[in-house]
């Protein structure tokens, strides 16, 4: 979640996070939890695997049920938070945020590792062994020989790591959504990459995925790649919505003054000196 917020009292995201569900730092809950996820990654993964075989446009079909099956209870609960803050708060109190994580966010790096992994999975030039077999098809075919493929998917993941790193703040207990259950412990973040774009998380993570479909070296795997991408379109929309609720009218001049994705065309210079030389 691309949200503007500091760790407070000098703690670790880490820390946070356990702090609002420490049912996880007994090491068989958390055991447990990880293989939990690990399976539904799995199934997530085989399920893209079995209708890419199927037939051509199986990858595209794949991918908009995996996206969309994290999109839509995402911006369900983030609409709906008002409601479901106070009525976990008002059942759990200090566990409100652990049930709510069991509930909602257990299921979010699973769904987003696969939907991110699954460009990959469409690999087609031969460099590597294919892992789906798919038909003869200019969308199959390769765009680029491999050797540029490969340098070109490189500096794109390159990129975005580099996007996703300097973000002044962000951490676990950000990217799980603690401060949904309990916002009055968050704090704005002012300054560095988020003086150029709202969401540095969502378009570091666009340029990766972007770059792993060009690994893959076909259309069809872009056409994944974007699919993943387009849909934080409408998660940045309901995010900034609750933003707004949240901080006032200070976020709403700020969302009006800085883009939500790509820098403004005169800033876009000064946008990467500032990646190459963040130590954030």
């Given at each position: ?45 085989v399920f893209f695997w079995w209708i890419s075989s199927l037939f051509l446009y199986g990858a595209i ?220």
């Open positions: 979640m691309g949200v503007r917020i500091v760790k407070t009292e000098d703690k670790t995201g880490v820390e946070i996070f356990f702090e609002y569900a420490p049912s996880l730092k007994r090491w068989q809950n958390a055991v447990l939890t990880y293989l939990y996820q690990i399976l539904i990654f799995v199934v997530l993964i079909i794949g991918q908009l049920v995996i996206t969309f099956s994290l999109t839509i209870p995402y911006v369900y609960v983030i609409k709906n938070v008002d409601k479901i803050r106070e009525a976990y708060r008002t059942k759990y109190d200090i566990l409100a945020y652990q049930y709510f994580y069991y509930r909602f966010i257990i299921y979010i790096p699973p769904f987003g590792n696969a939907s991110a992994i699954l460009p990959f999975l469409l690999k087609t030039d031969y460099f590597l062994p294919s892992i789906i077999s798919l038909p003869s098809h200019f969308i199959t075919q390769d765009i680029f020989p491999y050797y540029s493929s490969i340098p070109i998917s490189i500096l794109f993941i390159i990129l975005g790591v580099l996007i996703r790193k300097p973000s002044g703040g962000y951490d676990v207990d950000i990217q799980l959504l603690v401060y949904l259950i309990f916002p009055e412990k968050s704090r704005k973040i002012t300054g560095g990459i988020y003086d150029y774009i709202r969401h540095p998380q969502y378009m570091g993570e666009g340029f990766i995925i972007i770059g792993v479909g060009i690994f893959a070296n076909n259309l069809l795997a872009l056409i994944v790649s974007l699919i993943h991408f387009l849909a934080y379109i409408p998660i940045i929309r309901i995010e900034d919505s609750e933003l707004i609720k949240r901080f006032g009218m200070d976020f709403k001049k700020y969302q009006n003054r800085v883009p939500a994705l790509f820098p403004k065309f005169g800033t876009w210079k000064n946008f990467f000196k500032y990646l190459i030389k963040s130590k954030d």
